[in-house]
């Protein structure tokens, strides 16, 4: 991926835990022993697959749409929060310049660090 060539090697190992299954959800748990629940940790009921805990709970939805309008604040450019943009950092489609694009992905990592941090919490903080 273009985007990583020059950045941090932790940005870059979050990017890699994310997209080689690093991090173990409840139903990946289930799946190894049945005491642990299939159910999300945040509490809102549904199983905890990988997309998820990522992205799709709706307590990961107002995170990261506050993210997002961070990022929109910062850089007064209007993304429309997709799993490829905010998992991925893909940006193909976006016309902005590479260092804005930098800025961007390193926004997201954050964001992503922080979800990783709190990946057990039962309330992920979701005001910044
Ligand atoms: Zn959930």
């Given amino acids: 991926m273009r985007i990583l060539k020059n950045i941090s090697i932790r940005i870059k190992e979050n990017y890699y835990k994310v997209v080689w299954r690093w991090y173990l959800t409840p139903i990946r748990l289930n799946q190894i022993d049945k005491k642990y629940s299939k159910k999300c940790w945040r509490g809102c009921q ?10 799709s709970c709706k307590y990961v939805q107002k995170f990261w749409e506050n993210v997002f309008k961070e990022i929109k604040g910062i850089t007064k450019i ?4 997709r799993p490829e943009i905010a998992l991925l950092s ?8 590479k260092e804005l694009k930098e800025l961007i992905a390193n926004l997201l990592t954050a964001a992503r660090l922080l979800i990783a941090k709190k990946w057990k919490a039962t309330i992920l903080l979701v005001n910044l």
């Fill in 78 to 81: 209007e993304i429309i929060g």
């Fill in 46 to 55: 549904e199983n905890g697959t990988y997309i998820h805990m990522w992205w």
């Fill in 90 to 97: 893909f940006m193909d489609n976006i016309q902005v310049s």
